[in-house]
C-alpha cells in the first residue's frame, strides 16, 4: 500500500494558543484512520490544515506525494480529495440526483453548463453513485425533505463525485442512531477497500471508531498522544487517563471510551 496522506511535524497556533504541536502521521490507501480526542484537542484544526482552509505555521503535508502547503481548498479537492461534514452540506431544494450532478459538472469542469439545462448531465455516473450508496430509489426527491440518514448518504455521494484518493470525513456519523451510524461505516469501509480509498475522518462515537478503523490516532492539547490499531489504543494507559481522568478503573469497554471533559453520553 502508497501513502496518500503524509503529515509531518505539523505546527499551528492562534495567538497564544496552541491549536496543532509536531503532529506527524500518515495514511495508505485502502485504510481507515480514525482522529480522535477531547473536545479542543485539535482534530478540526488537523482537517482544517489538510484540506487547505488554513495554512501551516510550520510542518509540512504531502498528499499523493504533492506538497499541498498553502494549496487552496479547490485546489486540495483537485488533486483528488473529498470531503464531508458533520453538519450536512447540500442544496435543499434540488433533488437528490441534481445534487450528485452538480459536483460532477465541476468535477469534468462543466461549470459553464449552468447557464444551461444540467438535467441530462452525468446522469449515468451520478445514478451509479446513488447506487453505490443505496439511495437511487430517493433520486428525484429534494435533499431538504430526506431522512437524516439518506441526507448524509447524499453527501458522501457527493464527495466520491470528483474519484477521490483521500476522503476527509468530519464525524460521519453525527446526528445518527447506533444502526443508521455502523450501517454507514460499513458501507463506507466496503467503498474504501474496494476502491483503494484512504480515509482519515474524525468521530464521537467510539464504538463507531473501533469497530470500523483500521488505525487510531489520538490527540490530546494539540498533541499526538498516541497511534496504533484499535486494540493497541484500546490497551494505551495514556488514553485510559485522556479519556477517563484520574482514578477510574482501567478495564473499560470500548463503547465506554468517552472523553473525561466531555458532557456527552
Known amino acids: 500500500m502508497a501513502d496518500i496522506l503524509e503529515v509531518h511535524h505539523l505546527y499551528k497556533a492562534f495567538g497564544g494558543v496552541k491549536a496543532v504541536v509536531d ?8 485504510q481507515l484512520l480514525a482522529m480522535i480526542g477531547p473536545n479542543g484537542a485539535g482534530k478540526s484544526t488537523c482537517f482544517n490544515l489538510i484540506n487547505g482552509q488554513l495554512r501551516p505555521d510550520h510542518g509540512d503535508i504531502f498528499i499523493m506525494g504533492k506538497n499541498v502547503n498553502g494549496s487552496k481548498p479547490r485546489d486540495v479537492w483537485n488533486l483528488g480529495v473529498g470531503r464531508t461534514f458533520q453538519i450536512t452540506s447540500t442544496f435543499a431544494s434540488m433533488s437528490v440526483l441534481e445534487n450528485v450532478q452538480m459536483a460532477q459538472l465541476s468535477y469534468y469542469k462543466r461549470t459553464k453548463s449552468l447557464l444551461q439545462k444540467v438535467g441530462r448531465l452525468y446522469v ?3 445514478m451509479a ?7 437511487e430509489d430517493q433520486a428525484e426527491r429534494a435533499c431538504g ?4 440518514g439518506d441526507l448524509k448518504r447524499v453527501e458522501l455521494a457527493v464527495a466520491l463525485a470528483n474519484k477521490p484518493k483521500l476522503l476527509l470525513m468530519d464525524e460521519p456519523t ?5 444502526s443508521e451510524a455502523q450501517n454507514l461505516m460499513e458501507l463506507t469501509k466496503d467503498i474504501v477497500h474496494t476502491q483503494n480509498i484512504g480515509v482519515l475522518f474524525t468521530e464521537h462515537d467510539m464504538a463507531v471508531v473501533f469497530n470500523h478503523a483500521d488505525r487510531i490516532i489520538v490527540l490530546n492539547r494539540g498533541e499526538l498522544a498516541a497511534e496504533g490499531t484499535p486494540d493497541e489504543v484500546q490497551a494505551n494507559e495514556k488514553v485510559k487517563e485522556i479519556y477517563l481522568g484520574h482514578g477510574e478503573p482501567a478495564g473499560i469497554g470500548k463503547k465506554e471510551l468517552i472523553p473525561a471533559d466531555s458532557k456527552e453520553a
Open 145 to 148: 425533505v430526506l431522512a437524516y
Open 124 to 126: 449515468d455516473e451520478s
Open 129 to 135: 453513485l446513488l447506487k453505490l450508496l443505496g439511495i
Open 23 to 30: 503532529v506527524s502521521f500518515n495514511l495508505k490507501d485502502g
Open 174 to 178: 453525527a446526528g445518527m442512531g447506533p
